[in-house]
């Protein structure tokens, strides 16, 4: 199974919004509605902020939003803060059963 | 609030096998799937696997020839072992909840070094 393809870094200032992209197959990303999304600040451990394409767990701000469009899914981030700043990974249940990850977008706010 | 902790060995000698446990507090361990995932330093995450109390398990194909997993109802804890291993799987190993579809809670990861 080939990681999910993501842009390697995105850019926004404070306030604006921003989208990350994660492009896989039909027998992941295409295929099911089970794409999550991670966010990683440096020397922690990932956070869940989207599961099943668009839900938010408990806690995570509603500035944080997911969607899926064939076989490409996206995170848009509303209202950039500083705090946003990290590496960013999309995830998709893949057939086999199995899991694949996308390569991590780096996340710079201005 | 479930709490995941990583232990486990941070040197392992090439074609050795890598063990380590992930013990968790504030949940019944009996109630989840729970999975491994591991970063290399400075790369993305990979997903090794999941064990499910019964005992179940799926692993990534490109390492299911060398990967157990196993897990303890007694201590609330779950294993992965890693066999013959090289200096490809040193990374940080983190354990997580894997809600089915997605990973919501996860340990602070360990780092293992591959190296003689």
């Known amino acids: 199974q080939s990681a999910l393809t993501q842009p390697a870094s995105v850019s926004g200032s404070p306030g604006q919004s921003i989208t990350i992209s994660c492009t896989g197959t039909?027998?992941?990303?295409?295929?099911?509605?089970?794409v999550s999304w991670y966010q990683q600040h440096p020397g922690k451990a990932p956070k869940l902020m989207i599961y099943?394409?668009?839900n938010r767990p408990s806690g995570v701000s509603n500035r944080f939003s997911g969607s899926k469009s064939g076989n490409t899914a996206s995170l848009t981030i509303s209202g950039l803060q500083a705090e946003d700043e990290a590496d960013y990974y999309c995830?998709?249940?893949?057939?086999?059963?199995?899991?694949?990850f996308g390569g991590g977008t780096k996340l710079t706010v201005l | 609030q479930v709490q995941l902790q990583e232990s486990g060995p941070g040197l392992v000698k090439p074609s050795e096998t890598l063990s380590l446990t992930c013990t968790v507090s504030g949940v019944s361990i009996t109630d989840y799937y729970w999975s491994w995932i591991r970063q290399p330093a400075g790369k993305g995450l990979e997903w090794i696997g999941r064990i499910y109390i019964t005992g179940s398990t799926n692993y990534n194909p490109s390492l299911k020839s060398r990967v157990t997993m196993s897990v303890d109802t007694s201590k609330n804890q779950f294993s992965l072992k890693l066999s013959s291993v090289t200096a490809a799987d040193t990374a940080v190993y983190y354990c997580a909840r894997d809600r089915g579809y997605s990973f919501d809670s996860w340990g602070q990861g360990t780092l293992v070094t591959v190296s003689s």
């Open positions: 995830s998709s249940y893949t057939s086999s059963p199995s899991r694949v």
């Open positions: 099943d394409v668009s």
């Open positions: 039909s027998s992941d990303v295409g295929g099911y509605n089970y």
